[in-house]
């Protein structure tokens, strides 16, 4: 009543277990082995465990092969990844747990500068705060610039909406759409190549992601909502990722500053000089702890998801991202014409997926 059982593997020199008892290395035999079913388990490092269930029959003799798969090495958080076809940078951000949405210090500084009512009206949406769990991603390290957008065209042939429906908008106490103008020459907007690209739908933005991904050979994307909030946050759970000091908002990013103040009246603004009165090059500034520059800034950026109001009280716990329903997309970190209350991490936008205006850009994913 008992059988024989040879065990082989690849590569050799694992290790094989027979109903979680250790027996030997590979190439194996073992006999006197009892009748019926066994669980085989085969282990070596750097490969992942290979388990098969086996039925030996009295006086037969059953062989297993094992085809053992390696482990792929996790990359480094901070490590960088150059993309071929654009000099696109990404950084590796590991994957972890964190408390999304507006803080209570933020609550606090909010109600102090626009009164209760106000808040209510708009910041609630930030509401509740919540864990959110997002898996390991590369984030580019910078806004997507013009330079990195045309060879996308010139390669594509593509025209951006704002070119095939007449002009981008620009805000000049409402908004207007300003004929004849696109991401080569936005409104008021002075671009050079290594400015952040604007006057870019979120149609345009996931295009582009399609034909980089193709170009690539990697999965690139938007960032969702929740992904971009981490990745903006950087493990702080300040007002800023800088901290809650405004005065060294200058040294981080571009947003409404006394510059700003001389060319347009603003009643709220960082008392500090950035030295750009609308979009920067990307990089100017201090990147924050994860290495990625203008997550908070210089243009706002288009993300993954349909926009919900009440979005954080449905969200799941791992990975969420808002892919059903709504008519609008979400935009995040503010940008070149936004105060101080604007510019954090939690501030959440939205806008139609065929809008562009001066100061909505995007940054792009790659997952694993």
Same mark, same amino acid.
């Given at each position: ?41 085969? #282990? ?96 580019? #390290? ?73 170009e690539s050979g990697k999965d690139i994307r938007l960032p969702g ?24 908002a200058c040294r981080y990013v571009n947003a409404v500053d006394t510059?700003?103040? #001389? ?22 500034? #201090? ?82």
């Open positions: 009543t008992t059988g024989s059982l040879q065990v082989t593997s690849d590569p050799s020199g694992a290790r094989w277990y027979l109903d979680g008892a250790y027996v030997g290395a590979t190439p194996g035999d073992m006999s006197n082995v009892a009748a019926g079913s066994h669980k085989v388990t085969v #282990k070596i490092d750097r490969y992942r465990d290979w388990e098969k269930t086996v039925t030996v029959n009295a006086g037969g003799r059953e062989t297993v092969a094992a085809e053992l798969t390696p482990v792929r090495k996790e990359a480094a958080s901070g490590e960088t990844w150059t993309e071929p076809a654009t000099g696109m940078e990404f950084v590796r951000v590991s994957g972890d747990c964190y408390r999304m949405g507006q803080t209570d210090a933020e609550k606090r500084y909010l109600i102090k500068e626009v009164g209760e009512e106000k808040y209510k009206e708009w910041y609630s949406h930030e509401l509740p705060r919540h864990e959110v769990c997002v898996d390991g991603f590369w984030m580019a #390290k910078h806004e997507v610039t013009v330079d990195q957008f045309g060879k996308f065209v010139d390669a594509a042939g593509y025209k951006t909406e704002a070119e095939r429906d007449g002009g981008c908008y620009a805000y000049e106490g409402e908004w207007k759409k300003k004929e004849g103008t696109s991401w080569r020459n936005p409104p008021t907007v002075q671009q050079q190549t290594n400015h952040a690209v604007v006057c870019v739908s979120w149609n345009d933005a996931k295009a582009f992601a399609k034909w980089l991904s193709r909502e929740a992904e971009w909030e981490y990745a903006a946050r950087a493990g702080t759970s300040t007002i800023w990722f800088w901290g809650d000091d405004p005065d060294r510059a700003f103040k #001389k060319t347009w009246d603003s009643s709220y603004y960082f008392d500090c000089d950035d030295r750009y009165v609308t979009t920067a090059p990307v990089g100017t500034y #201090k990147s924050n702890p994860f290495g990625l520059y203008d997550m908070l800034g210089n243009v706002w950026e288009w993300c993954e998801d349909w926009y919900s109001s009440d979005a954080y009280s449905k969200y799941t716990r791992d990975n969420p991202i808002v892919d059903t329903g709504g008519s609008d997309r979400v935009i995040r970190g503010a940008g070149w014409s936004d105060d101080p209350r604007h510019v954090r991490c939690a501030v959440r936008s939205y806008s139609t997926p065929g809008f562009g205006s001066n100061y909505l850009g995007f940054r792009l994913l790659r997952t694993d």
